[in-house]
T-cell receptor
Framework: NAGVTQTPKFRILKIGQSMTLQCTQD?????MYWYRQDPGMGLKLIYY???????DKGEVPNGYNVSRSTTEDFPLRLELAAPSQTSVYFC???????????????FGEGSRLTVL | GQQLNQSPQSMFIQEGEDVSMNCTSS?????WLWYKQDPGEGPVLLIA?????ELTSNGRLTAQFGITRKDSFLNISASIPSDVGIYFC????????????FGDGTTLTVKP
């Protein structure tokens, strides 16, 4: 069982370039999330989705976009990369129980992005 | 937005010692969760707590959901070298909102 898979694992971008971080999960989870983790800090929520076709902003959405066309996939797009977006990005998913989100997150291994 | 204060920021202990860390919040959470992150990997869920006052164990780990719903603690008994890593608390205010707030983590170092 693969769980949550993120690609690429590492990427270096130049300022102004764009790219998409891919995330897919094979657990049929309704909820999916993108977090960023800066050195020595906790995880900040960028965007999340409660199901296919539905996305919403988290705490730090500026400079990012997402889409959720299927249950399995939740790509994160950076349109104009900036040095402030240098970070480790984690995709996660969780399942619903009793009509609500359990909050129990399953994380991918992370995508380490450097913007120079 | 909601913030979690996690302490201590780091701990250096001897193998075999017990460890305690905690999280506090100015607002109420309905769910408290504790994760561990190994270097170069994503966080992994250790314990989830759903009721105020709940005390839950997972092997040598024990976590409690504070009565006020504004705090939680994690204890690790008889630490071993593989306990090394960063421990994060997370709180979820609304089961319908689908999002968690994370603390900044406690970095644990265990000396053999």
């Amino acid at each position: 069982n693969a769980g949550v898979t993120q690609t690429p694992k590492f990427r270096i971008l130049k300022i102004g370039q764009s790219m998409t971080l891919q995330c897919t999960q094979d657990m049929n989870h309704n909820y999916m999330y993108w977090y960023r983790q800066d050195p020595g800090m906790g995880l900040k929520l960028i965007y999340y989705s409660v199901g296919a076709g539905i996305t919403d902003k988290g705490e730090v959405p500026n400079g990012y976009n997402v889409s959720r066309s299927t249950t399995e996939d939740f790509p994160l797009r950076l349109e104009l990369a900036a040095p402030s977006q240098t970070s480790v990005y984690f995709c996660a998913s969780s399942y619903s129980q009793g009509g609500g989100d359990t909050g129990e997150l399953f994380f991918g291994e992370g995508s380490r992005l450097t913007v120079l | 937005g909601q913030q979690l204060n996690q302490s201590p920021q780091s701990m250096f202990i001897q193998e075999g010692e017990d460890v305690s860390m905690n999280c506090t919040s100015s607002s109420i959470f309905n769910t408290w969760l504790w994760y561990k992150q190994d270097p170069g990997e994503g966080p992994v869920l250790l314990i989830a707590l759903y009721k105020a006052g709940e005390l839950t164990s997972n092997g040598r780990l024990t976590a409690q959901f504070g009565i006020t719903r504004k705090d939680s603690f994690l204890n690790i008994s008889a630490s071993i070298p593989s306990d090394v890593g960063i421990y994060f608390c997370a709180g979820q205010a609304n089961t319908n909102a689908g999002k968690s707030t994370f603390g900044d983590g406690t970095t644990l170092t265990v000396k053999p």
